[in-house]
């Protein structure tokens, strides 16, 4: 069973940086795409990236694009989320979720296990 938990969450003033992770209790996130996606108060929840399961694929949106990388270490069962250059529309929950099937998705309806998520909040 598939539990994912997400940490590094937290506040920040703008320009700076932070780092999430994805953790998995349950040992078994190596055969699932992983992505993470953000919700801000008011709004729907957005895709922020996603990546294969093997690690060799990887999407970002454009609004982040240039300042966040995802990443994984499938030996740890970790997934994560470098947010550099952090600006105060980035202001969201943000959540990770795993996929069946290793492929990546950029649609939040085809990932099948969402994790509790972590508030990031960017100070201008």
């Known amino acids: 069973q598939v539990q994912l938990v997400e940490a590094g969450g937290g506040l920040v003033q703008a320009g700076g940086s932070l780092r999430l992770s994805c953790a998995d209790s349950g040992r078994t996130v190596g055969s699932y795409a992983m992505g993470w996606f953000r919700q801000a108060p008011g709004k729907e929840r957005e895709f922020v990236a996603t990546?294969?399961?093997?690690?060799?694929?990887?999407y970002r949106s454009l609004s982040v694009k240039g300042r966040f990388t995802i990443s994984r270490d499938n030996a740890k069962n970790t997934v994560y989320l470098q947010m550099n250059s952090l600006k105060p529309d980035d202001t969201a929950v943000y959540y990770c979720?795993?996929?069946?099937?290793?492929?990546?998705?950029?649609?939040?309806?085809?990932?099948?296990?969402w994790g509790q998520g972590t508030q990031v909040t960017v100070s201008s």
């Open positions: 990546i294969s399961s093997d690690g060799g694929m990887s």
């Open positions: 979720a795993a996929r069946r099937g290793g492929a990546t998705s950029l649609t939040a309806l085809e990932y099948d296990y």
